[in-house]
């Protein structure tokens, strides 16, 4: 198993562009999350799935778009990239039934 | 919320030597609790979780310890080696079955002194 795979590893948007962050996982895992890390905040829940077609906000929703068409993918959109979405991302997955949440390498994502 | 609070942000320990990290939590009703260990460049991993029906859990040289009436959790690694050099968060989460949510501290950077 790959685990939890995350594309691209590093990107720089210029304010006001757009792009997806891609998140998959071969774990057939039902939920799907995605956090952002900031130095000295930890990591925050921006938005999350409980399975396809069914998603829902966390605790910094605002600028993220996010859907579940499959079990497997679960994309995050940045519509109108801003300087405050600098940031590390990461997506996650767990089991239906257990607590453990599988991280993926993260995503560092720049915005000038 | 929930919010958690992570003490201390940076800790240095000579190898051999024991660390330990404690987290506070807000909600009463918390009964999930998990300490991640990040490595540079690379996602949390889980260590240890412990529930709230149980006041510890050991795991070798890992161990964490649960006190419900002062809502403090620990993190304890005895006998450090170099390879556990690196940022450890401590999570909570509030019964919300089908629906937990992980409120996360702020992170621990552990170093350790060879």
């Known amino acids: 198993n790959a685990g939890v795979t995350q594309t691209p590893k590093f990107q720089v948007l210029k304010t006001g562009q757009s792009m997806t962050l891609q998140c998959a996982q071969d774990m057939n895992h039902e939920y799907m999350s995605w956090y952002r890390q900031d130095p000295g905040m930890g990591l925050r829940l921006i938005h999350y799935?409980?399975?396809?077609?069914?998603?829902d906000q966390g605790e910094v929703p605002n600028g993220y778009n996010v859907s579940r068409s499959t079990t497997e993918d679960f994309p995050l959109r940045l519509l109108s990239a801003a300087p405050s979405q600098t940031s590390v991302y990461f997506c996650a997955s767990r089991k239906r039934g257990s607590y453990e949440q599988y991280f993926g390498p993260g995503t560092r994502l720049t915005v000038t | 919320g929930e919010n958690v609070e992570q003490h201390p942000s940076t800790l240095s320990v000579q190898e051999g030597d024991s660390a330990v990290i404690k987290c506070t939590y807000s909600d009463s009703a918390s009964n999930y609790f998990p300490w991640y260990k990040q490595e540079l460049g690379k996602g949390p991993q889980l260590i240890i979780d412990i529930r709230s029906n149980v006041g510890e859990k050991k795991d070798q040289r890992i161990a964490v310890t649960l006190n419900k009436t002062a809502k403090h959790f620990s993190l304890h690694i005895t006998e450090t080696q170099p390879e556990d050099s690196a940022v450890y968060f401590c999570?909570?989460?509030?019964?919300?079955?089908?629906?937990?949510?992980?409120?996360f501290g702020t992170g621990t950077r552990l170093t350790i002194i060879p």
């Open positions: 999570a909570a989460s509030l019964p919300n079955f089908g629906n937990e949510k992980l409120t």
């Open positions: 799935s409980v399975g396809a077609g069914i998603t």
